[in-house]
């Protein structure tokens, strides 16, 4: 009888195991997938860029106050881009610069009666806001992948079976 019932709470182990082992990896091939399309949003906004600075310097008679961005713009296109914490930084430092340049062209009559001006910006401006939007359910994401593991963690087996726990987004 005693084995039957240790044979029961094995098997019920072996099987809460298996759940939470199969929901681990279905969420960590979640967040890679949103991982690559925040990564394919941030290099479609960068690409807007040369754009956006090549329609506003025709109107503006202080072409310094693009060299920022133009350098954020060569880093971002350089580098080299294996994980969503790599954007991080040059995102936000974009993102910045971008929001001072809306500033200085929110002055400018002429600019923002410009059609092509106007639809590179909302570009701009559709993609930060999906990014933003992505990283929220990334990081939703990346807290239940965790708590899981935690979970996984309190099954016998699952002690001896290690997935990588992941890091938070700071965006």
Known sequence: MYVNILLAVVSLLSIVFIVFSFQII????????REQKIISLYKEKIDKIPAFIEIMSKKTAYKDIFLEIIHLHKVA?????WSIYDILENNSRIHRE???LMKVSARMRDLNTNGNFLYI????????????????FLNSDIERYNRLLQKKDLTIVGLFVFFKKRMRTSS
């Open 77 to 81: 296109i350089i580098s080299n881009i």
């Open 121 to 136: 910006r909302n570009f701009i401006i559709f993609y930060e806001n999906t990014i933003s939007k992505e990283m929220l």
């Open 98 to 100: 971008f929001l001072f």
């Open 26 to 33: 279905f969420l960590g091939r979640s967040i890679k997938r």
